[in-house]
């Protein structure tokens, strides 16, 4: 259920979207991040391969969640906030 991520997203003043990342572990992360309309990060600490991901996260009819990205480690995440905060900052964007 993504009551507690909409819960935590209206404690900081934040509309639920695709502007708010939810970084989760698992795949209850990902699906309530999903059904919540945010950003799905998946935190692969495991480091488990494409083909256990793509098992995990069919993308099927009856699984249709899937993260919007994947990070192996924190340097990995530091770098995706930080190219898209760059991103953002250009002009025209």
Known sequence: HPDQLLLAAEKVGAAPG???WYVGDSTTDIVAAKRAGMTAVFFNGAL??????QKIFPGTQAHP?????????FSEFWALVLACERHRQKPGS
């Open 18 to 20: 695709l502007n708010v």
């Open 48 to 53: 488990w391969d494409l083909p256990w991901l």
């Open 65 to 73: 969640h899937r993260p919007d990205v994947v990070v192996n480690d």
